[in-house]
Structure formats: structure tokens, C-alpha cells
T-cell receptor, first 109, second 110 residues
Framework: GQSLEQPSEVTAVEGAIVQINCTYQTSGFYGLSWYQQHDGGAPTFLSYNALDGLEETGRFSSFLSRSDSYGYLLLQELQMKDSASYFCAVRNYGQNFVFGPGTRLSVLP | DVKVTQSSRYLVKRTGEKVFLECVQDMDHENMFWYRQDPGLGLRLIYFSYDVKMKEKGDIPEGYSVSREKKERFSLILESASTNQTSMYLC?????????FGPGTRLLVL
């Protein structure tokens, strides 16, 4: 089967750094994406990794290790507005995407 | 800005009814997707389309069909709604590796 695993919940305080891990087991692999979804809102794209290594976009960074079938999203200088659910997603073949169950991040003052 | 719109935010239907969910994107994207989102399960792909009249099944196509007669419009059809199809339905269009999601339709089947 195909599956992605993420922690269900993460809690951190404002200004801290948090890492959300994602491990995947899929029939194919083109790349790993991350999406953010606030309560009641639509998912919005954060990042995409096709190759091993770290990609940085402002306060957010995303890492991929294809050999370990593992990636993570790193959020720095946490702000209250970062409280949301975060989903990893694998494009496994063609335009077929498999999403993880999501990680709910709570940022405390 | 890319805009993806869905025909309804909330919908209540009865078991056995035929249900149409419509999605329109304004950016001439070739690829469009329908997902359902349920708590603890993330987003699950129902169908996707990579061109007009072209479609492929995702992971959970049973009980659903789709139609793409025009590039900007992708419709999801529940032929005979059942209570286990109560869910949030999200449409997306894709450019490069970015999917742009609509606001979602929360469907309740009674």
C-alpha cells in the first residue's frame, strides 16, 4: 500500500523552532510537497522537494532524504499565525498525489 | 492571483440523490483534482484530469464520477449519494508543482 506518516500534533511557543517529520512509503516518487491549512480554510502550498537536501523559503525550510523516504518541514521564529495543520504530500506517479494525515501545530504565547 | 471556485460551500442531500459539485479555475491550468478530506485521514484523491475530457482515477474513485468538458471546469458527480460520502470536498488546479485549492464544499448526506 501507500502511506505517509506524520505526528498528529505538535505544540511550541512563539519564537521557537519546530520540525514536522514525514515518512513515506509509496509505489513511486517524484517529490515531496508541504501544505498549510488554517481551520476553515483551504490548503495552501508551502514547498516542494524533488532532490535531497534543504530548501529554504523565509522562515520555512523543507528537507528531503530520498534514500530514507523521509522529509521534514522546519518552521523558525514561530508566530501565532503559524497555528494550523500541515500536510506532507508525495507525487508518486503521473499526477497522482498521496497526502499525509496532517500535523496540527499549536503555537502558544 | 490564481482563483479556484467551487459551486457551494455547504450542501445537504438525501441518500440516493445525484449530486453535482462544480469547480472552476481561471488560470488555464491543464491539471485539476478532486479530493475529499476527513479528520485524521488527510486529503484523499478521488479523480484527476490532465486535459479536457481526460481523467484518471485516484485512490478512492468508487461511488464517484467526473466530467471535464471545458478546460476551466471540473465537475464531481455522486451518482447515488450515500451517508459515507458525507465529507469536505476540495478541488484543486495545478501549475508546476503547486496545487491551488478551492474553498471546499462541505457535503452532508442524510
Amino acid at each position: 500500500g501507500q502511506s505517509l506518516e506524520q505526528p498528529s500534533e505538535v505544540t511550541a511557543v512563539e519564537g521557537a523552532i519546530v520540525q514536522i517529520n514525514c515518512t513515506y512509503q509509496t509505489s513511486g516518487f517524484y517529490g515531496l510537497s508541504w501544505y498549510q491549512q488554517h481551520d476553515g480554510g483551504a490548503p495552501t502550498f508551502l514547498s516542494y522537494n524533488a532532490l535531497d537536501g534543504l530548501e529554504e523559503t523565509g522562515r520555512f525550510s523543507s528537507f528531503l532524504s530520498r534514500s530514507d523516504s523521509y522529509g521534514y518541514l522546519l518552521l523558525q521564529e514561530l508566530q501565532m499565525k503559524d497555528s494550523a495543520s500541515y500536510f506532507c504530500a508525495v507525487r508518486n506517479y503521473g499526477q497522482n498525489f498521496v497526502f499525509g494525515p496532517g500535523t496540527r501545530l499549536s503555537v502558544l504565547p | 492571483d490564481v482563483k479556484v471556485t467551487q459551486s457551494s460551500r455547504y450542501l445537504v442531500k438525501r441518500t440516493g440523490e445525484k449530486v453535482f459539485l462544480e469547480c472552476v479555475q481561471d488560470m488555464d491550468h491543464e491539471n485539476m483534482f478532486w479530493y475529499r478530506q476527513d479528520p485524521g485521514l488527510g486529503l484523499r484523491l478521488i479523480y484527476f484530469s490532465y486535459d479536457v475530457k481526460m481523467k484518471e482515477k485516484g485512490d478512492i474513485p468508487e461511488g464517484y464520477s467526473v466530467s471535464r468538458e471545458k478546460k476551466e471546469r471540473f465537475s464531481l458527480i455522486l451518482e447515488s449519494a450515500s451517508t459515507n460520502q458525507t465529507s469536505m470536498y476540495l478541488c484543486a488546479s495545478k501549475e508546476a508543482e503547486t496545487q491551488y485549492f478551492g474553498p471546499g464544499t462541505r457535503l452532508l448526506v442524510l
